[in-house]
């Protein structure tokens, strides 16, 4: 009877384990690189004053997703997982200093796929005041594509808010959510421009900026509107693409003295539109040192800035974009020196 049982509970074992599969599999096709084809929202949030971050998570796994948003510019910006029926629970946290508005919204970004009637997949979002009370909730209207869900809430005073995204389904579901959201103040209008010079941390008092000193590759000098801080008279925009198996090399670079009397801790920004491919930013110090970041396709227009410790002498900065495949990408053609 022992041996019947056993027998009988193969093939349930056996399907679980196909499920499984399938849903991995599903998880790599609705996630991996064949989806990158797909359009993302075209108008992604960006604001790094209004930055949350993952504070825990349950059920899920960290990735890579060029679709999803990477103000950090870091290598795994999402969070994934697979359900075959239970729970996926996500908690970001902000801090809001001094609440300058009565409302306002967490903004996630994600991605849910139900495979079938039978899955059912659900989600909510909490929002959480510092003492633990519910000060905003909605359901989530899913899609099944890149989606962003906005939950408006009262920020009653400074403090940590928590905001908690729970999903669960009867069946198999996939899923992804970006590493970041945004605790953000709700907006009832465009922002100026102003506003985002702000967003992007930049301040046009203490900044200098380095017009690009050349380029490599075929690189196309245009006039681009979403590049706000535009320094440049005429095209401030230098952008290139391609799609082939062949090896494609392209760069923008660019040249700046230093004095005696400016040496010290100061950053470098880069504003771009880099949606497909990834990159390589490379600064030569007039000591001879040599650093290294690589930029990730991100669907969002972004400012990254990195810190650099400033000594007398001329800095060499480089973006290279050196590889096969598919890359798209616009750079802001001013290089941003800010103390």
Known sequence: MADTQAKAKSPAKAAGALACAVCALALQVALGPAAR??????????D????????????CYPIFDQLLINPKN?????LAWISSGGSVEIVYAATIQKPTVAVYEAVIQLKIVDYGPAARPRA????????????????????????????????????????VLRCAGEQCFVGAAAQVCYFAPRRVR????????????????????????????DVRQESD??????????????????????????????????????????????????????????IDAPDG?????????????????????????????????????RAECAVYSDLMLAR
Not at 48 to 59: A, K, M
Not at 74 to 78: D, M, S, T
Not at 205 to 211: A, I, L, N, S
């Open 37 to 46: 084809a797909q359009q993302a929202p075209q108008e992604l949030p960006f």
């Open 48 to 59: 790094l004053r209004y930055l949350g971050e993952v504070q825990s998570s349950n059920g």
């Open 74 to 78: 870091v290598e795994q910006n999402g």
């Open 124 to 163: 909510t979002v909490q929002v959480l005041a510092p003492g633990g009370d519910v000060v905003g909730e909605g359901h989530v209207a899913i899609t099944g594509g890149y989606q962003l869900v906005k939950v408006p809430f009262r920020a009653a005073g400074p403090g940590t808010y928590r905001a």
């Open 190 to 217: 465009p922002p100026t421009r102003e506003e985002r010079l702000a967003a992007h941390g930049i301040d046009e008092q203490r900044t200098t900026f380095v017009p690009a000193e050349s380029v490599l590759g």
């Open 225 to 282: 509107e979403r590049f706000f801080a535009a320094h440049s008279a005429g095209k401030n925009a230098l952008s290139w693409s391609y799609q082939g198996f062949e090896e494609h090399r392209f760069g923008v670079r660019w040249r700046f003295s230093v004095e005696q009397s400016a040496q010290g801790p100061a950053r470098l920004g880069l504003t771009l539109y880099f949606p497909v491919g990834t990159g390589q930013l490379t």
């Open 289 to 325: 040192s040599r650093s290294r970041h690589t930029i990730y396709g991100s669907p969002e227009l972004r400012t990254l800035w990195f810190p650099i410790n400033l000594v007398a002498g001329q800095y060499v900065v480089t973006l290279t974009d050196e590889r096969v495949g």
